[in-house]
């Protein structure tokens, strides 16, 4: 462990001792505030709600059934919620690698927070000699997700009033299990940079994960699609990109 740490010491030392290394970097952060869709897929006959549908049962002595308490609540496997939050994407040189840092509410309850990291292939591509740009990003996400759970069930009740009602008691820990993911994450947008520097972006992404978690493991899903609306800055770290033949004369001198 000892021999780990001081590995992993050298080599940040290494990095930030090499200015060009730093230069070669790219970070961008920004807000992203938008709207998803879960598709949770949950068994609702093996999930926590059998309780509390057996106790309204126990209330009903004429008899009341599984499809009619499914009816009442209104009970669905997929449901929308708004996502707000912020996110970091680093670069190396132009490259098409990106990893991307996130920190979103919860596609399962906006009241919650989730948590990613996403190692992508892609690239963003300028159209022309325009500030306009399309995006295309695709790779490996791991997610802790805050909200799935205990929220995903209350919010996938139909009926605004039960749903009110019951998410004043409803707490069981962890009722779908693990609240990690490993997904297979895409997103694609279209965007508009400003400054001679192109640091400062807006535009819109849509996106989309698939779940790839075992289901020995967890049945229920966190498959998910979603679109959202960004402002993102661009830190070169005092690097200054080529601009190639976007701009005559080109701002790099060239």
């Given at each position: 462990m000892k021999l780990r740490g001081f590995s992993c010491f050298l080599i940040s030392l290494f990095l930030f001792s090499n200015l060009q290394a730093q230069r070669n970097f790219h970070l961008q952060v920004g807000m992203n505030l938008g709207a998803s869709r879960l598709f949770h897929n949950t068994n609702f006959e093996t999930s926590k709600l059998v309780p509390l549908y057996k106790t309204i049962e126990a209330t009903h002595k004429e008899g009341y059934s599984w499809d009619?308490?499914?009816?009442?609540?209104?009970?669905?496997?997929a449901y929308n919620q708004p996502r707000m939050g912020f996110s970091g994407t680093l670069t190396y040189r132009n490259w098409p690698v990106a990893v991307t840092g996130e920190m979103m509410s919860s596609t399962s309850s906006y009241t919650k927070m989730a948590y990613s990291v996403t190692?992508?292939?892609g690239k963003a591509f300028f159209l022309g000699d325009s500030d306009f740009q399309l995006s295309a990003y695709g790779g490996y996400q791991f997610v802790k997700?805050?909200?799935?759970?205990?929220?995903?069930?209350?919010?996938?009740?139909?009926?605004?009033?039960?749903?009110?009602?019951?998410?004043?008691?409803?707490?069981?820990?962890?009722?779908?299990?693990?609240?990690?993911?490993?997904?297979?994450?895409?997103?694609?947008?279209v965007g508009q940079t400003f400054g001679i520097d192109d640091q400062l972006s807006v535009g819109l992404e849509m996106y989309g994960a698939l779940d790839m978690t075992d289901r020995a493991t967890r049945q229920a899903r966190m498959n998910c699609v979603g679109i959202q609306a960004y402002a993102?800055?661009?830190?070169?770290?005092?690097?200054?990109?080529?601009?190639?033949?976007?701009?005559?004369?080109?701002?790099?001198?060239?």
């Open positions: 009619q308490f499914k009816a009442d609540f209104g009970l669905r496997d190692l992508e292939l997700d805050l909200g799935f759970g205990s929220e995903t069930l209350v919010n996938s009740i139909g009926d605004k009033e039960i749903r009110g009602l019951v998410s004043e008691y409803f707490d069981p820990v962890k009722p779908l299990g693990p609240q990690t993911a490993q997904m297979f994450h895409l997103r694609a947008g993102r800055f661009l830190f070169d770290f005092g690097f200054r990109r080529n601009f190639d033949d976007r701009f005559y004369p080109n701002p790099n001198g060239k």
